[in-house]
Antibody, heavy 122, light 108 residues
Framework: QVQLVESGGGVVQPGRSLRLSCAAS????????MHWVRQAPGKGLEWVAV????????YYADSVKGRFTISRDNSKNTLYLQMNSLRAEDTAVYYC???????????????WGQGTMVTVSS | EIVMTQSPATLSVSPGERATLSCRAS??????LAWYQQKPGQAPRLLIY???TRATGIPARFSGSGSGTEFTLTISSLQSEDFAVYYC??????????FGQGTKLEIK
């Protein structure tokens, strides 16, 4: 079935790096824009980054611009989030999510992963 | 940047009753608005897109309305499984794909 599975979360010290992965299955991954969304403990949802279906464009929230990099490997059906210079305020559950319509740029998110927890603490 | 504001922050409703949740955008987002439901420990689930279209598998008791800057999510007859946090999101002017702060729907 259509599924997204995140991995790579954990506990990391401030200033260090971490890379998250999101493995997609059950659909043509290379046809869909993909997003990362995060949720700090007890807080609401915060959009983090998007990458177009072909990887040609990427956009970021101001809070992570210059520190995080979204990428994808369509041959491996996998989405990534490279997180550098991590801060305590980056502590959150990180979800990957799929845009609901293939090939579009800007749509609702119809498929979500279960999330992976990132804790930034010394 | 478009700011999404949801009200109320918490809504207490009895099972079987109707719930009405509101979402306001700081500028027009046309009909490019989605609603999500999130239960504790779970990922968000898409309920409504295009302001009023139910996503696949969403019961008919969920309905969305509005356009421009004012939107409403209505749950016609609350079931026990509907008590959760609800978020609106605009995808008209991005980045960012702004979410509202959420409305917690609790049992009265």
């Amino acid at each position: 079935q259509v599924q997204l599975v995140e991995s790579g979360g954990g506990v990391v010290q401030p200033g260090r790096s971490l890379r998250l992965s999101c493995a997609a299955s059950g659909f043509t991954f290379s046809s869909y824009g993909m997003h990362w969304v995060r949720q700090a403990p007890g807080k609401g949802l915060e959009w983090v980054a998007v990458i177009w279906y072909d990887g040609s464009n990427k956009y970021y929230a101001d809070s992570v611009k210059g520190r995080f990099t979204i990428s994808r490997d369509n041959s491996k059906n996998t989405l990534y989030l490279q997180m550098n210079s991590l801060r305590a305020e980056d502590t959150a559950v990180y979800y990957c999510a799929r845009e609901s319509v293939a090939g579009t740029k800007g749509d609702a998110f119809d498929i979500w992963g279960q999330g992976t927890m990132v804790t930034v603490s010394s | 940047e478009i700011v999404m504001t949801q009200s109320p922050a918490t809504l207490s409703v009895s099972p079987g009753e109707r719930a009405t949740l509101s979402c306001r955008a700081s500028q027009s987002v046309s009909s490019n608005l989605a609603w999500y439901q999130q239960k504790p420990g779970q990922a968000p689930r898409l309920l409504i897109y295009g302001a009023s279209t139910r996503a696949t598998g969403i019961p008919a008791r969920f309905s969305g309305s509005g356009s421009g800057t004012e939107f409403t999510l209505t749950i016609s007859s609350l079931q026990s499984e509907d008590f959760a946090v609800y978020y609106c999101q605009q995808y008209n002017n991005w980045p960012p794909y702004s979410f509202g702060q959420g409305t917690k729907l609790e049992i009265k």
